[in-house]
């Protein structure tokens, strides 16, 4: 399929993709979209960024009928980031059809204000197993509608101990529903799950036959305890726009991101400890380009929807060949040359042995005397952002922030970034030198004629 005019689709869904900027079907797309539209049952294998979201999301998009307002598709996510993300893209996707309801189910924030959006309905429910489940044991939740369960990273949640989680959910469903299980890898709990929740599945394989001709990897051995320094040597000599640092630990990623602040560089830190209203700030900062180095744990190696990056670091070897392989394909993405640089002590050099023998090649060592020589050059961010105290529960659009802005606060248009809208706040990105005009001016204000706090995130 070199079009998606060739799948049969609704004018107004041809339409909408053409608006979002969808060209051409990828090929997970191309091969899985139409077992999807024809109700089949899918188990798809794809790495991330293959565009997996749309190839099942177009499907359930296309099958809802809108004056059922009755949950009738659920997408169980094994990650409130990813679950985040696809609740966006299916959004973007429904403004192809009207009065379309997709709410996000997760852990970490309040359970009340949920209860409250379920209570005027939903068509379609993204969420996290356990949150799923506890709307589930309350009643506030019903599934018996439900006609189309996605497992979205099936073996990423089998990896965290979801299974029964997601068996206690399919069983809350339709005996004929289609399931479809997206998945990066083939392990057998995979197989032995499709087998026993899936009739007759279509096997949908899109997986890269090889590594990506765009990233460059190099290694690094370094000293133990001198993680920082090489970091901030590689962010110095490569002086990217926007960067994540991978770490295997919570606290890692605290001490480095604050390691990295202490000597003037923009970074930080994203892990399971964070509030769900710091993740949604951090997330918004690095993807509008006012921070320029997220410092991570796995969790970020899989579903963000993070463009352009041109540098990851390994803040040291991942913890498996296939972990490393997400982590460094979070980089070169549509073409774009990326660098992914890893950083070893001779303690961990096993790690890079295994990924060698995974690889069937030596990997490449760079100069670590060279890099550790490199002064330190921290690159400020080209904008910053402002956290306005008002979002859609209060009508705030994001039209009425570019208006005031560029209105009576007299920014350039030019210099109004991204606008994330979020229920009860609104990020706006500025560029650094309207930033605090931006601010004076906005808290001297009025949005649609109120008075609305407005600080730096």
């Not at 965290?160 to 998945?183: K, P, V």
Request: charged share 25%.
């Amino acid at each position: 399929m070199s079009s998606f005019k060739e799948f049969g689709l609704s004018p107004a869904m041809v339409a909408n993709l053409e608006q979002l900027g969808f060209k051409q079907p990828t090929e997970i797309q191309a091969k899985a979209l139409p077992h999807c539209l024809a109700g089949r049952d899918v188990i798809a294998m794809a790495q991330t960024g293959s565009g997996k979201t749309a190839a099942f999301g177009i499907g359930l998009i296309e099958g809802l009928r809108p004056r059922l307002f009755a949950v009738q598709a659920v997408v169980l996510c094994p990650t409130r980031e990813l679950a985040d993300q696809v609740a966006k893209s299916l959004r973007e996707l429904a403004r192809a059809r009207k009065n379309i309801k997709v709410l996000t189910l997760c852990g970490g924030v309040a359970i009340g204000p949920q209860i409250g959006s379920l209570s005027h309905g939903a068509h379609i429910v993204v969420g996290t197993p356990g949150r799923i489940q506890d709307h589930l044991r309350k009643g506030t939740l019903k599934l018996d509608k439900a006609t189309t369960v996605v497992l979205d990273e099936a073996d990423r949640m089998l990896d965290m101990g979801f299974q029964e989680a997601m068996e206690d959910i399919l069983s809350h469903t339709l005996d004929a529903r289609q399931t479809l299980m997206f998945s990066a890898t083939w392990p057998e709990a995979i197989r032995k799950l499709s087998s026993q929740y899936q009739r007759e599945p279509v096997d949908v394989r899109a997986e890269s036959s090889g590594e990506n001709p765009d990233i460059r990897e190099l290694f690094y051995e370094i000293p133990a305890g001198s993680a920082a320094e090489a970091v901030m040597a590689v962010l110095s000599e490569r002086q990217p726009a926007s960067c994540i640092v991978f770490c295997t630990t919570k606290q890692q990623c605290d001490d480095l991101a604050g390691s990295l602040r202490d000597s003037g560089f923009s970074a930080l830190a994203l892990h399971g400890d964070l509030e769900q209203r710091d993740r949604d700030s951090v997330l918004v900062r690095f993807g509008n380009q006012s921070c320029s180095v997220l410092v991570a744990t796995d969790v970020a190696a899989r579903g963000l929807d993070i463009k352009s990056l041109p540098l990851v670091i390994n803040a040291e070897p991942a913890r498996d060949p296939e972990v490393h392989t997400h982590r460094v394909g979070r980089t070169g993405r549509a073409g774009e040359q990326g660098l992914a640089v890893t950083l070893c002590t001779p303690a961990k050099g096993h790690k890079i042995s295994q990924l060698e023998a995974a690889r069937k090649r030596p990997v490449e060592w760079g100069d670590t005397e060279a890099l550790l020589a490199v002064p330190r050059r921290p690159v400020a961010p080209a904008m910053r952002t402002l956290c306005i105290a008002g979002g859609r529960k209060d009508k705030v659009r994001p039209g009425d922030v570019l208006g005031a802005l560029t209105g009576d606060a007299g920014i350039p248009g030019k210099a109004v970034g991204k606008i994330d809208l979020f229920d009860f706040q609104c990020f706006v990105a500025i560029d650094r030198e309207f930033a605090a005009k931006a601010l004076k001016r906005l808290e001297q204000g009025r949005i649609k004629g109120r008075k609305i706090r407005v600080r730096y995130a």
